[in-house]
Structures are given as structure tokens and as C-alpha cells.
């Protein structure tokens, strides 16, 4: 090595760049699921988007997350209303 090769930088791979932000991204995400507000904002964003497509009460939606020591299991129950 010589002293020159100090101030070379060698480019990462770029697949080892997009892993990393991607780590960095889901611990991120990770640390909001605990937020109390969560949930509610989960709920306020499904009416929206559902409501797009089908006019949908705020009481027929049910959000839930269940938790374990090895995951997490988001439940979503929605109800529709009938087709006419």
C-alpha cells in the first residue's frame, strides 16, 4: 500500500448502499409502531384510501396489532357495504 492509496476511496457495491438504507429505513419504522398514535393514524389513513374506492364508515373499521416475543400481526377488519 502506498501512501497515495490513502486518500483513494474504493466505491462501495451498490447493492451493500441499498441494504444498508433499507435496514436503516425498517429500524426506523420499527421504533414508530410504538408510538400511541400509531394505530389511529394507521385507521385515519386506511378510511382514506378505502374511501376512494367504496364509501365506507368510521365505525366499520377494526385495526389491531397482537404481539409476541418472535413478531407482530397487524389485523385489519373491514366492513363492506352490501352490493346493490
Known sequence: MSFLDIFRRRPEASASIAKERLQLILQH??????D???LPRLQK???AVIGKYV???EDH????????SHSAVLEINIEL???M
Not at 419504522?29 to 410504538?34: I, K
Not at 373499521?61 to 409476541?68: P, T
Request: aromatic residues 4%.
Open 81 to 83: 357495504p352490501p352490493k
Open 45 to 47: 389513513d386506511l378510511l
Open 61 to 68: 373499521l377494526a385495526v389491531s396489532v397482537q404481539r409476541n
Open 29 to 34: 419504522e420499527r421504533a414508530g409502531r410504538d
Open 55 to 57: 364509501a365506507i364508515r
Open 36 to 38: 400511541p398514535e400509531f
